[in-house]
């Protein structure tokens, strides 16, 4: 018959890893049974790497954000600019409006000139005309006549000086207006660059990514019947709308496990805890308790049962 030593456990050899090691626990269904201590220790690593990672694809994801308000202030920052160049070419294309309205009030004024000065060319040769007729009478006449004829001349140049005085500023404020077009031009150009830059960068904000949330709601059922064949499901909703929609559900496996998209499967009666996690905000993170319960009848008294109108019996 063989004989076993006890030894205390402060004299067992010390273990070194988990591989190969086990507890005791309790199932379900009351039973004795051995629990890994490895698989506890891999399941546990495996969800410190997931919060590990979600937490790094928010920093990622914050980081782009704030890549993406950059851009957008830069191409703000560029139609500042471009409508301040509007604006000078507006101010640009008055002013020579200005100058092109003085230069036609003295072009105009260089004709009224010319014309008064042809009036007097033409007076002072009618002038000439009796001084000539009258020459034999009066030597003093025709000399007052030969005065008056070169005043009029003297008249008639002047005006043609003032008429070439109003045409080269009438040519000079048209220069002016044809360099504000100029300008006018360049600004079309630069707001035009301006509206592209606006573009590019709300196209670097939709490429980046939706926004961080800064929120989450759940509805889930807080007690499932046992047999109970209607799908249920963990929803969680994120504010503001059009965050990321990335979520993790990890349920311990209990009395209830989850699928990535939230649905709950029954595993068997208890109580089950599950994280969700929103990983682009993991601090916004909540843990929740559902109750897997079997079927119980509704009683009408303490002696009788309750009963549908059609004479079946209502479980809960």
Known sequence: MATFTLKKISELLAASDYNGL?????DSQNRSVKISLS?????????????????????????????ANDAAALANQKAAAAN???????????LVQQRLDTADADHTRA?????????????????HQTASDDHTQAGSDHERAGNDHTRAEGDHSTAGDDHSTATGDHNTATGDHDTAAADHT???????????????AEDIIERLGTLT??????????????????????????????????????????????????????????WSRVHVIPTLNTALYRTIQIQVS???????????????????????
């Open 294 to 316: 079997r079927p119980t009848m509704r009683l009408v008294t303490s002696a009788s049962m309750r009963f549908l109108g059609s004479g079946a019996l209502r479980l809960t």
């Open 39 to 67: 698989w506890m220790y891999t399941t546990k690593t495996a969800m410190e790497e997931a919060t590990t990672a979600a937490n790094n694809a928010a920093t990622n994801a914050n980081t782009k954000a704030g890549l």
């Open 186 to 200: 360049a600004s079309e150009l630069a707001t035009a660059a301006a509206i592209a830059a606006t573009e590019d």
């Open 213 to 270: 949330p800064t929120g989450m709601s759940l509805e889930y059922p807080e007690r499932i019947t046992l047999g109970n064949l209607r799908d249920h499901f963990i929803k969680a909703t994120l504010t503001p709308a059009g965050s990321g929609k990335n979520i993790l559900y990890l349920a311990d496996g209990k009395a209830i496990d989850t699928d990535p998209d939230g649905r709950i499967n029954v595993i068997a009666p208890g």
């Open 111 to 127: 004709g009224q000139d010319h014309e008064a000065a042809v009036g007097d060319h033409t007076r002072a040769g009618t002038d």
């Open 84 to 94: 301040t160049a509007a604006q000078n070419a507006n101010d640009k294309a008055a």
């Open 22 to 26: 086990w507890t005791i626990g309790v």
